[in-house]
């Protein structure tokens, strides 16, 4: 596997982790890790960057054929999702799995995100704050400011 690093408005560094033609593993991390990225991915990357606008990443790119029928559910609920929009946890369980109870295990399941910024689970909030995120409340709210999204004493205007 190797890996590429590109940096971003956020400051943090997208780590990508690709085996042959395929993205394994998108991270956002404080220290470069591999090559800098460059070519047809770099291109889309700083496209998105520039124009906040996800279509010009090519989502075939990742490998998905590990993921489980929930997980991509999940996935393919996030990557139709628009730049700055929000949805509460309790809501996406009801719409991806007809339960809102099943909050937590959709909090779970965003958590073992595996292309962290691209697969959009930052847009998922808790409806009495930001809620959780793998590297860190303060780097979600970053990322939402980022793209758009209201903040006020870590709630989120929707």
């Known amino acids: 596997m190797s890996s590429y690093y590109i940096d971003t408005p956020f400051d943090r560094w997208l780590i990508f982790y690709t085996n042959e033609n395929k993205i394994e593993a998108i991270s956002l991390e404080s220290a470069r890790q591999g090559k800098p990225l460059s070519g047809y991915l770099k291109d889309s990357v700083c496209k998105v960057f520039k124009s906040r ?17 929930k997980q991509l559910r999940l996935h393919n609920f996030l990557i139709s999702t628009k730049i700055g929009e929000v949805f509460y946890y309790s809501d996406l369980a009801l719409t991806l799995f007809g339960d ?15 292309y962290a910024f691209f697969v959009p689970c930052h847009r998922v909030i808790a409806k009495n704050g930001i809620g959780g995120y793998s590297k860190g409340v303060d780097l979600k709210k970053k990322i939402l400011l980022w793209e758009g999204v209201k903040l006020n004493r870590g709630l989120v205007y929707v």
Not at 100 to 114: E, G, Q
């Open 100 to 114: 809102k109870r099943f909050a937590r295990a959709t909090a779970r399941l965003l958590s073992i995100n595996r």
């Open 53 to 69: 606008d996800f279509s010009h990443f090519d989502y075939n790119l990742l490998d998905i054929s590990g993921l489980n029928e």
